[in-house]
């Protein structure tokens, strides 16, 4: 393991950067509002940015909403997309203007212990996408992240289903190369012991496997075997957004993830930034007709939340509008380019 020696007092004063990931209907809205609300209870309000375009509502409040620079619906109208294509393409655009996002939580930084950040329901959108790579990059090379997890235990107790659903995130742990906490939600209606003893106990989990007779049973039982390691380093933490047990829990497993992070994981950021810099001199040398003219019209807002901060001058209204102008444009601009 590498040990972090030069610049760590640096990344005392940054912001956790909490990634929350989850199969869809996991309580990741839920789980966020939860701790949106315990923070600001603990008189250290987290800064809070929905990257769900799709959602109806987002019931906490909320600094940087996608919604507010991508219209889901718009875009699914105007490239005819289906839900799926159109959450994607919302995510790809706003990704494009990710640089102001970053600037905002920099300004930001000195004053916030938490930015937490909701992901989409349909969960590839964000972990197999280059979108959701860049914002982790781009994230993870600048602030201490760490990757939430969620898990609806409910839906788990089958060993099987565990098994898979247990995959996905190590799957994901591949991808993003961060630290994990896997969060058992919902554990007002079932408790989460088994799935700490399952991924403590080889012994537990082969027994839960023995009522299952099929191909998949064999394949799980080699599969729990590989899964070791990865069960070694994990940090499984029980919860509920709904009744906020287990929110200290996952609290004091965030803040362990925070210097896992710094210790391990920011080294490797680290090289990745410099070679994202290097890239970025190669690239500035194309000629400028390279570039792609639709993306210069969209320009991320920051929501009413942040307007209400005394440090923020800025006039929501006159975003608000000049964002929606400024989407229009970025139609526009698209709709002359494919005629
Ligand atoms: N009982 C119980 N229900 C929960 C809990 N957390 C979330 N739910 C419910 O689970 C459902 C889905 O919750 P969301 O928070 O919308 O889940 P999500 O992962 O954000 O969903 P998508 O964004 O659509 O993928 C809602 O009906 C919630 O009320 C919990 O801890 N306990
Ligand atoms: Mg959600």
């Given amino acids: 393991m590498a040990e972090c020696s030069v610049g760590c007092d640096v990344e005392l004063h940054k912001p956790t950067v909490l990634i929350v990931l989850g199969m869809a209907g996991s309580g990741k809205t839920t789980l966020v509002q939860r701790l949106t609300a315990y923070l600001h209870t603990q008189k250290d309000p987290p800064y809070v940015v929905n990257l769900d375009p799709a959602v109806s509502e987002v019931p906490f409040p909320v600094n940087i909403d996608i919604q507010d620079t991508i219209k889901y619906k718009e875009v699914m109208k105007e490239y005819g997309l289906g839900p799926n294509g159109a959450i994607m393409t919302s995510l790809n655009l706003f990704t494009t203007k990710f640089d102001q996002v970053m600037s905002f939580l920099q300004k930001r930084s000195s ?5 937490i950040i909701d992901t989409p329901g349909q969960i590839e959108v964000f972990t197999w996408s280059a979108s959701g790579a860049i914002i982790t990059e781009t994230l993870a090379s600048t602030f201490p992240t760490v990757v939430v997890y969620v898990m609806d235990t409910a839906r788990s107790t089958n060993p099987v289903t565990f098994m898979s659903n247990m995959l996905y995130a190590c799957s994901i742990l591949y991808k993003t190369k961060l630290p994990f906490i896997v969060v058992m939600n919902k554990t007002d209606i079932v408790d989460h012991a088994f799935a700490v003893e399952w991924t403590s106990d080889f012994v537990a989990f082969q027994e839960a496997l023995d009522s299952e007779t099929s191909y998949i049973s064999n394949l799980s039982r080699s599969m729990s075997l590989v899964l070791d390691e990865f069960y070694n380093d994990l940090k499984l933490v029980g919860f509920s957004a709904v009744t906020g047990a287990g929110t200290e829990d996952l609290m004091r497993a ?4 925070r210097q896992e992070y710094i210790t391990t994981y920011k080294p490797e950021y680290d090289k990745l930034k410099e070679r994202r810099k290097k890239e970025n001199q190669s690239a500035s040398d194309l000629p400028a007709d390279s570039e792609i003219h639709i993306q210069p019209g969209l320009v991320v807002t ?9 440090s923020s001058t800025d006039d929501n209204e006159d975003e608000t509008s000049a964002d929606e102008k400024s989407f229009q444009r970025f139609l526009d601009a698209a709709k002359r380019s494919k005629t």
Avoid: C, Q, R, T
């Avoid at 004053?111 to 930015?115: A, K, L, P, R, T």
């Fill in 111 to 115: 004053e916030i212990s938490n930015v």
């Fill in 254 to 257: 965030v803040g362990e993830a």
């Fill in 302 to 310: 920051k929501n009413a939340v942040e307007s209400d901060n005394g």
